[in-house]
Structures are given as structure tokens and as C-alpha cells.
């Protein structure tokens, strides 16, 4: 019998390269997920179309919308409230231009700093769409990777994981033309302060731009389907939220349809049931985002989406397809960055050791206005809807001595807590700083602490966060400072 003949170099490169696992979507969950999967051990590639890793959050949205947020809000206090403090600030002047680069400079840093967390790590950085090819002979999966120049390559791996995030989702009869109807990306981009904006939606996506350019100048009209601000969270929180966005400037009309936009010349006319058209020269786009699946091959393998487009995962974050995961935008729950991240870190562990787990009822939510709106755990509506007994007690910023000092007192705390255990069940805020100030409370909801716990706690003084404390010695019926 004759020997075998010796592997060649062109055998080798015959064979794809062969990972533990691949990470399709490079945003806060996929590159996340990648780390930590290579802290386990596991080979490791992530698979991204945009040169920048971080996807929407870090290019397009969380990140440069809060470098926007701070440079606005600088700007507002110059012209507004330095002199207040005795700081006389004489001939303001917006520099849009640099501030639109400061914006860009801080995203670069930052993808920046994931690509250098990439190498030290092990991950293999992959650049192009990834899409599912089906499976090898051995029961791979086969990843195809096809950059925006140059040819496809693929790659194989015994578990996958889909984190291609989200989109921006629009309305019957609006057409997004990227200039002058546009969502948050071009909302963050523009070259010059729109003397009229419109914006469609009242959520985060809507409130957070829109505050950005009523800042530096624009007249602003919020047009919201629903009867509030920020659906979905606490009932007094947004009643609270929509008196103080009211005393801003910000004109925002609820109860309101939208049927449609058009651009005549360099306005935008959009129209609403019921209601007369209105004229603008931007209008921003903000009624949500949509899971974004689009080109994932998730037909090859036999993989469908649930009615509202998002893929159906058990509570591992694995699909009816074996070894198929997903997370983030992709699947049910808040569309937030650090769910996503949180899902990342988990399905990385259950992948290595077979366990990991997110508590999807413990994550927060913050708006990044001014003041603050920051929500963990069940509402006030959820509760009563349940049927479950419970104490609220809440505390004003305007009786903190920090909030006096830095002449940012609008707002409060609530703590809600079971009457009967005085667990602390939600914890909902508006006011300086809160999107801080909810990581106290989410730490102590899930370590099952009550409200008497937080009470108990020294908290140092003069700070925000004695509100916290505050607001659970209300719900006790013993508040000291009220």
C-alpha cells in the first residue's frame, strides 16, 4: 500500500478557517459577546460590513447623540444660565462644524478602542455582510462574508450568533429621502441648525435629537401617535416629563396621526389626520426601530421571524436551530444597548460552560434630556394591572442640597415597594443625573433588597443620591427631609 500523499498549500487553503464561534454583528452585543468568548477560550471571529466596529449605537446613535447632548447643553448655558452663577460669558457663538467634529472624534476613539480590545483578546476581526450558507459535511455552520469591495469569502463554525441589531423603522406614506426627511442617523449629522424641525415620535429616539436642536436654535413641534411622552414607562413619570419638555420649548402635540410627508423646494410639508399641514425645513423620523434581518440567510437553514419580525429565541438565546443564537435588536425585549451587551456576555458563557442568563425585568431605561428620565423594574400601571400590593414613596430634587447647589432641581425619585415584603419592585426618576443614580437601584432590586435596605445605607452628603434615599424612607412614611 502506497503512502498518502502529503497535504499541499493549495488543501490548505481549500479549507475554510474553522472558529468555535462567529459573531454576525460587530454593535455593542456582537463585539461584547466576542470578548467575552475568548476570555472562555473559545476561537473566536466577528463578522462586521462597516469598517467602524460598534454598530448604530456607538457609529450612528447612543454615542454621538450624547457627545451632542453635552456640547448643546454647554452651549444653552452660556447663553442662558453661566450668569446665574456669576460667570459672564459675553458674545456666544455656535460652531456647528466643530462641534459635529468634536462628535466624530469621540466616535472614532472609540471604535478605535474596540478594535485594540479585538487584538488583545484573540477575536477575529472579520470585515464584510455576513450570511448563512447552511451547514458542511461535519455540521458547521457556513458563514459567507462578502465586504463591500472584493470577493466573498467564508468561514465555518460550530455556533453562530446573530447580532445584526436594528433599523429604522417609518410610517405608511413616509419616505425617508436621507436629506430632508431623515431618521436619527441624519438627525446627527447635519451641517446647519434647521430653523423649523418636525419630529415624528415622542420616545427616546425623538426626544434626545430634538433637544439637541431646540438648543442650538430650533423651533421644534413633536407630532406623537400616543397620549404621552415615552410610552411605556411610569405614568407619573411622564406626565412630569411632558410639563418640563412643555416649559423648554419643545412643542410637542399627542393624539396626533401622521398620513404622510412631502419635500416641496427646501421645505417638507407634512400632513396629519385631522389636523392642518405644516411646514418645515427637516423632519425627523422617530417612531422606533425594527430588528434587522435583511440578507442573513436565515431561509437557508430554515430559520422564520415571529410577526413582528423579530427571531424567536428560548431562554438561552438559541433559535429552533441548533447551535444558531441571537440577541440584542434581534430578539424580544427593550432595544438597548446593554441588554445587548448583557446578552452578549451570556450566550458567550452558556456557549463555554452551559449557563448564562439575563434578567430582562431588571434592565433600565434612561433618556438622556434635560433633566434625566431613568426607569428599572415594574410601573405603577404594571403593578395595579397584576393586582400586586405596594408602597410608593417619593422625594423632590428641589429639597436636595447638591441639586440647590447646582441650581438643577426640577424632578424626583420614586421607590415601589411590595406592602407586604417592602421588596423594592420599580424604581423611576426624573431629574439631574438620574441615568447614574438608576444604578443603585437596579443593584438593589437584584440582590432582592427592600426599601428599609436602601434607607439604611449611608449615602454621603450633599449628593444626588441621598434623593434615592430619600424616596425609600418616604414609601416607609418616615422621609427626614420633607
Known amino acids: 500500500?502506497?503512502?498518502?500523499?502529503?497535504?499541499?498549500?493549495?488543501?490548505?487553503?481549500?479549507?475554510?478557517?474553522r472558529f468555535d464561534v462567529v459573531f454576525i454583528g460587530g454593535g455593542p452585543g456582537g463585539y461584547v459577546g466576542a470578548i467575552r468568548a475568548a476570555q472562555l477560550g473559545l476561537r473566536v471571529a466577528c463578522v462586521e460590513v462597516e469598517k467602524q466596529l460598534g454598530g448604530t449605537c456607538l457609529r450612528v446613535g447612543c454615542i454621538p447623540s450624547k457627545a451632542l447632548l453635552e456640547s448643546s447643553d454647554h452651549y444653552e448655558a452660556a447663553r442662558t444660565h453661566l450668569a446665574d452663577h456669576g460667570v459672564r460669558v459675553d458674545g456666544v457663538a455656535l460652531d456647528l462644524a466643530k462641534m459635529m467634529q468634536r462628535k466624530d472624534r469621540v466616535v472614532r476613539a472609540m471604535a478605535g478602542g474596540i478594535d485594540g480590545l479585538f487584538k488583545k483578546n484573540g477575536v477575529s476581526r472579520l470585515l464584510g455582510k455576513g450570511s448563512l450558507q447552511g451547514r458542511d459535511g461535519a455540521g458547521d455552520f457556513v458563514v459567507a462574508v462578502t465586504p463591500m469591495e472584493g470577493a466573498p469569502t467564508t468561514v465555518t463554525a460550530g455556533k453562530v450568533v446573530l447580532a445584526t441589531g436594528s433599523t429604522v423603522a417609518t410610517l405608511p406614506g413616509l419616505v425617508l429621502?436621507?436629506?430632508?426627511?431623515?431618521?436619527?442617523?441624519?438627525?446627527?449629522?447635519?451641517?446647519?441648525?434647521?430653523?423649523?424641525?418636525?419630529?415624528?415620535?415622542?420616545?427616546?429616539?425623538?426626544?434626545?435629537?430634538?433637544?439637541?436642536?431646540?438648543?442650538?436654535?430650533?423651533?421644534?413641534?413633536?407630532w406623537e401617535y400616543a397620549d404621552g411622552p415615552l410610552l411605556g414607562m411610569d405614568g407619573e413619570l411622564r406626565s412630569a416629563a411632558a410639563k418640563l419638555f412643555k416649559k423648554q420649548g419643545l412643542d410637542l402635540r399627542y393624539g396626533v396621526q401622521v398620513t404622510g410627508a412631502r419635500v416641496e423646494g427646501d421645505e417638507v410639508v407634512v400632513e396629519a389626520k385631522g389636523l392642518e399641514p405644516l411646514r418645515c425645513d427637516r423632519l425627523?423620523?422617530?417612531?422606533?426601530?425594527?430588528?434587522?434581518?435583511?440578507?442573513?440567510?436565515?431561509?437557508?437553514?430554515g430559520l422564520a421571524c415571529d410577526p413582528r419580525g423579530r427571531v424567536p429565541v428560548d431562554a438561552h438565546l438559541q433559535t429552533d436551530i441548533a447551535g444558531l443564537f441571537a440577541i440584542g435588536d434581534l430578539i424580544a425585549g427593550p432595544m438597548l444597548a446593554h441588554k445587548a451587551e448583557e446578552e452578549g456576555v451570556a450566550v458567550a458563557e452558556y456557549i463555554a460552560t452551559g449557563y448564562g442568563h439575563v434578567d430582562?425585568?431588571?434592565?433600565?431605561?434612561?433618556?438622556?434630556?434635560?433633566?434625566?428620565?431613568?426607569?428599572?423594574?415594574?410601573?405603577?400601571?404594571?403593578?395595579?394591572?397584576?393586582?400586586?400590593?405596594?408602597?410608593k414613596g417619593s422625594f423632590p430634587f428641589i429639597a436636595n442640597g447638591r441639586a440647590r447647589a447646582m441650581a438643577s432641581t426640577d424632578g424626583f425619585i420614586k421607590v415601589l415597594a411590595h406592602a407586604e415584603t417592602d421588596r423594592v419592585l420599580g424604581v423611576h426618576a426624573i431629574g439631574p443625573r438620574v441615568g447614574e443614580l438608576i444604578a443603585e437601584a437596579a443593584l438593589?432590586?437584584?440582590?432582592?433588597?427592600?426599601?428599609?435596605?436602601?434607607?439604611?445605607?449611608?449615602?454621603?452628603?450633599?449628593?444626588?443620591?441621598?434623593?434615592?434615599?430619600?424616596?425609600?424612607?418616604?414609601?416607609?412614611?418616615?422621609?427626614?427631609?420633607?
Not at 500500500?1 to 478557517?17: H, I, N, Q, R, V
Not at 433637544?211 to 413633536?222: E, Q
Open 1 to 17: 500500500m502506497s503512502a498518502a500523499a502529503p497535504a499541499t498549500a493549495s488543501d490548505a487553503l481549500a479549507a475554510p478557517p
Open 177 to 222: 429621502d436621507g436629506d430632508r426627511i431623515g431618521g436619527s442617523t441624519e438627525a446627527l449629522a447635519w451641517s446647519a441648525v434647521p430653523e423649523r424641525l418636525i419630529v415624528i415620535g415622542a420616545g427616546v429616539i425623538a426626544l434626545e435629537p430634538g433637544s439637541v436642536w431646540r438648543r442650538l436654535g430650533s423651533a421644534v413641534t413633536g
Open 284 to 301: 425627523l423620523v422617530a417612531v422606533g426601530r425594527k430588528p434587522y434581518t435583511e440578507g442573513l440567510g436565515l431561509e437557508v437553514v
Open 360 to 391: 430582562l425585568a431588571l434592565v433600565p431605561g434612561v433618556v438622556y434630556t434635560d433633566p434625566e428620565v431613568a426607569s428599572v423594574g415594574q410601573t405603577e400601571e404594571q403593578l395595579q394591572a397584576a393586582g400586586v400590593p405596594y408602597r
Open 444 to 482: 438593589a432590586m437584584a440582590f432582592s433588597a427592600s426599601a428599609e435596605d436602601i434607607s439604611r445605607v449611608c449615602h454621603a452628603h450633599p449628593t444626588l443620591s441621598e434623593v434615592t434615599k430619600e424616596a425609600a424612607l418616604a414609601s416607609l412614611g418616615r422621609a427626614l427631609n420633607i
